[in-house]
């Protein structure tokens, strides 16, 4: 189910791709369908108790006609079905949601513009969108729990690990000659999201990713 990512030279598609040899649905990248976040559901899908803090659960990511949609269970109502036929399934840690805090600390930053970048859908930059997906892996704020292959499109599944919403990030393929250009880029936006933060009432933030 996992396996490493290294930034290497493949060519960034959006086919409409059929199921794959697992079985599992595959993962539709059209326009209606974007790039999303799913948080956790309240309580599970099966017997409807709600979650506690800490409580290890079920989650599975599905795609109908209105986009992406997201399912979890506690682990007591999991059962073999709740397995089959999903983009992707995974157990994980349910966390309540967290209020905003005061302040935002630099990786904050990274997690703003990805979420902004994302949320835009069409014009979304998937290379940057790509980058900043690896520094929060790195920093510990996402977690791979999926990675989807079909011919050259490659789709990585991430979950935040505090809020455990789901991100969905293509895989632009990368190749060396084009690292530099996107750091730049990356870099640049950075400091426009740190700025735009810093003029919001919570306070001037921090320019670097310390």
């Not at 697992?22 to 209606?32: A, F, T, V, Y």
């Not at 157990?91 to 990805?114: D, I």
């Not at 996107?182 to 320019?207: D, H, I, M, N």
Request: aromatic share 6%; charged share 30%; proline share 7%.
């Amino acid at each position: 189910m996992y396996e490493n990512h290294p930034v290497n030279g493949r060519t960034l598609s959006r086919p409409r791709v059929g199921r794959n040899d697992s079985g599992k649905q595959p993962l539709l990248m059209n326009r209606e369908d974007c790039w999303d976040i799913k948080g956790p559901g309240p309580a599970c899908a099966a017997c409807s108790r709600r979650f506690t803090d800490g409580q290890k659960i079920l989650s599975r990511l599905d795609q109908g006609q209105g986009g992406y949609y997201r399912t979890d269970f506690c682990i007591g109502c999991a059962r073999d079905e709740h397995r089959q036929n999903a983009i992707s399934v995974w157990t994980g840690t349910y966390r309540p949601p967290v209020p905003s805090r005061p302040t935002v600390v630099p990786r904050e930053v990274a997690e703003s513009l990805l979420r902004r970048l994302i949320q835009q859908c069409d014009t979304a930059d998937p290379e940057v969108s790509f980058v900043l997906a690896i520094m929060l892996e790195r920093k510990k704020v996402l977690a791979e729990r999926e990675i989807q292959r079909r011919d050259s499109l490659k789709i990585l599944v991430y979950e935040h690990r505090r809020t455990g919403e789901v991100f969905i990030v293509p895989d632009p393929q990368l190749t060396v000659d084009r690292l530099e250009s996107v750091g730049r880029r990356v870099s640049v936006l950075l400091e426009e999201e740190a700025a735009r933060l810093a003029a919001e009432p919570r306070g001037r933030l921090p320019t670097s990713l310390g």
